[in-house]
């Protein structure tokens, strides 16, 4: 393989190419670099995700415009916001040492106008959304006519979002003489025919096979009862403790749920989807991408930007409506070198996706069972055993071994260890060895789509007369109630927001305080009322929640022994990660709770009352319902 000296860069990239620490060319970069240093010409590259095709057009366009003019003569289209300031800050930090370099992105939900003024401070290279860059030209915000180079990054997933029209129109702004370089991951008929009508002549590199995904992703698929979607989903997670996962859903409002239903179980989740602010996107993604999120829930389009490189597992949690979108999504995996897998939770009726997906890939699924209860038991017990090796030793101990060696003059080293153990264990082991293991398919409808969100027993479900309309979303309500009522973190849960009324659950027997609550509240000046749902939390639906519940609100149906099984939780997980051995995952775990909540605007006091529930010996009031309700 060649050397970046031997493509022909010059020493200022050469220098940041070492601070870098990239060693040698990828593949996409040998192929392209020379090519695009050498003339100008029109170029089709198509290589997969990760494959490091941002340098491919980044240092030979850095190598080629003029730094010492002020004139915009790089453009670069990319289709979200994330990937735009992400390709924006790679460009710097590929020209650090280029003087004077000035490169600016543009995109939308941020001020315009701030835009514009750096791009007048004289930008050679913009990265920009169709849509926003479409919005600045027509306000005469951005002169791109004396553009050499265009990049459209990504073209496959910006036409996929309905871009065509918006960048053609930008296109027809530039000069007819500058040069175009494609890059996509795959080649769609309609990227063929942006390539036909906006180039000339391009010169076509391919990194793989076309279409084929990332080598170094496996592909596996479990076959459950579309309602066992969610109990797979936890399952899954659960069997592999250090999981840093994107976990697709078709609609936000599924995304939101499973979001909202993970971080109710327990585990360090986050959700991505449009209806969030794009404020609230960031503070999630940036969650993720400091590991303080281990399971970001995502639809497909707002996930188009997640360019994190140690995600271990995707998960489909529902297959894409589209086929195609599965290499895009298991794409996010298996990136820089990593291994990754793929893993997709599927119902009898979508399994012939599989076979599609199968020749699209060019790769084999491997039919897997879901964990059964006795594998997760054993891998959670090694994790721990892991953990606690690995931990260092607080010397504080010291001082009290004295004491404690006196109390155990009598015990083993096995029976010491069992003992310890069992102090974190035994709940977990309790919950999966009392559930039934998910497998085979029955035959009856599962064409539901799986909206299984978990249920319990000893709650009551009220419906609330106040929703969407009145401002709340799930967080909000949730808030509002807790607040209201004076509840701990967790006493209120299941929150289900819609139109002009909701849902939620409390424990059975916080029931007396709620109603007597809310028998004469005004909130805004309407009396707020709150009635027990007929299905008192319980399995089935209950009349007012078909009733009232428009969007099919029909996840709490389902068998009664179920329910428990939804319920197995994280908790010991979290006793044992905040036992504190400061790996990774302990640290996701930890920190996850205020993260998650900070950026719904929580206020303090809700912060502050979650920092003290993580070590379970503290019992903190407000932890001891749910505890007692989980674990029976
Ligand atoms: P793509 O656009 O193809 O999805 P990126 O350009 O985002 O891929 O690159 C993926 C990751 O690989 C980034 O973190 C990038 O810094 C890194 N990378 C790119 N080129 C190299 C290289 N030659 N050696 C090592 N790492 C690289
Ligand atoms: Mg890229």
């Known amino acids: 393989m060649s050397t970046f000296q031997e493509l022909g860069l010059n020493e200022d990239l050469l220098n940041a190419i070492t601070d870098l620490g990239f060693e040698k060319p990828s593949e996409v970069q040998a192929k392209a670099i020379p090519i695009l240093l050498e003339e100008d010409k029109d170029l089709v590259a198509l290589a997969q995700t990760g494959t490091g095709k941002t340098a491919a057009f980044g240092f030979p366009m850095l190598q080629k415009i003029d730094v010492d003019s002020r004139t915009t003569q790089g453009l670069i289209l990319s289709p979200t916001r994330e990937l735009c300031l992400q390709i924006t800050n790679e460009l710097k930090n590929y020209g650090k040492y280029c003087k004077g370099l000035n490169v600016v992105a543009i995109y939308g939900g941020s001020s315009i106008s701030d835009q514009a003024r750096q791009v007048k401070r004289g930008a050679q290279i913009i990265v920009a959304t169709p849509g926003r860059m479409k919005d600045m030209i027509s306000r005469n915000m951005v002169d791109i006519s004396k553009i050499q180079y265009s990049v459209l990054d990504e073209a496959d997933e910006m036409l996929n979002m309905g871009f065509y029209e918006d960048i053609t129109d930008i296109l027809s702004h530039t000069p007819d003489d500058k040069s175009t370089w494609l890059f996509s991951a795959t080649m769609p008929r309609e990227v063929a025919t942006i390539a036909k009508k906006f180039m000339y002549d391009p010169t076509e590199i391919t990194v793989g096979n076309k279409n084929e995904s990332t080598s170094n992703v496996t592909h596996e698929y479990y076959l459950v009862n579309a ?99 599965y290499t895009h999504r298991s794409g996010r995996t298996g990136r820089a070198g990593k291994t990754g897998v793929s893993m997709v939770i599927v119902s009898k009726s979508e399994l012939r996706k599989i076979k599609s997906i199968e020749r699209i890939i060019k790769k084999q699924f491997e039919k897997k069972d879901v964990p059964s209860g006795t594998d997760i038991v054993e891998v959670q017990l090694m994790s721990l055993a892991n953990k606690i090796h690995t931990t260092e030793t607080n010397h504080e101990i010291d001082k009290h071994l004295d004491s404690i060696n006196e109390l155990f003059a009598d015990t083993d080293k096995d029976e010491l260890i069992k ?155 979290d006793r044992r990660s905040s036992g504190g051995s400061g790996n990774r995952s302990d640290r996701r775990s930890s920190r996850r709770s205020d993260d998650n909540r900070s950026d719904r605007g929580q206020d303090r006091k809700f912060n502050d009352s979650r920092g003290d529930r993580r070590p379970e010996s503290s019992n903190s009031g407000s932890d001891r319902p749910r505890r007692s309700r989980r674990r029976d």
């Open 227 to 325: 309602r066992d979607r969610y109990r797979a989903l936890k399952r899954l997670a659960d069997a592999n403790p250090d999981i840093f996962s994107v976990i697709f859903c078709r609609t936000k409002r599924d995304t939101q749920k499973v979001a909202e239903n993970l971080i109710e179980d327990g585990y360090s989740a986050g959700a991505l989807h449009g209806d969030l602010s794009q404020n609230q996107r960031d503070l999630v993604m940036k969650s993720f991408r400091n590991n303080q999120i281990q399971m970001l829930v995502a639809t497909d389009v707002a996930a188009r930007g997640i360019d994190v490189d140690d995600i271990t597992h995707v998960i489909n949690y529902q297959l894409p409506d589209e086929i195609e979108t």
């Open 419 to 573: 003992k310890f153990f069992s102090v974190e264990f035994n709940r977990f082991f309790d919950y999966y060895q009392k559930s039934k293991d998910i497998s085979a398919v029955e035959s009856r409808g599962d064409k539901d789509g799986g909206r299984d969100y978990g249920k319990q027993s000893n709650d009551s479900r009220y419906f609330i007369n106040v929703g969407s309309k009145d401002g709340f979303d799930w967080m909000k309500l949730k808030d509002f109630l807790k607040e209201q009522l004076e509840l701990g973190r967790d006493d209120v849960f299941k929150v289900d927001v819609k139109e002009s009324f909701s849902f939620f659950n409390t424990e059975k027997t916080l029931q007396e305080k709620v109603l007597a609550f809310f028998t004469d509240f005004k909130h805004e000046g309407r009396f707020v009322n709150v009635e027990v749902s007929e299905n008192r939390g319980r399995s089935g639906g209950g009349r007012r929640d078909r009733g009232r519940g428009r969007g099919g609100n029909d996840r709490r149906s389902g068998g009664g022994n179920r329910r428990r099984d939804d319920r197995g939780d994280r908790r010991s997980n």
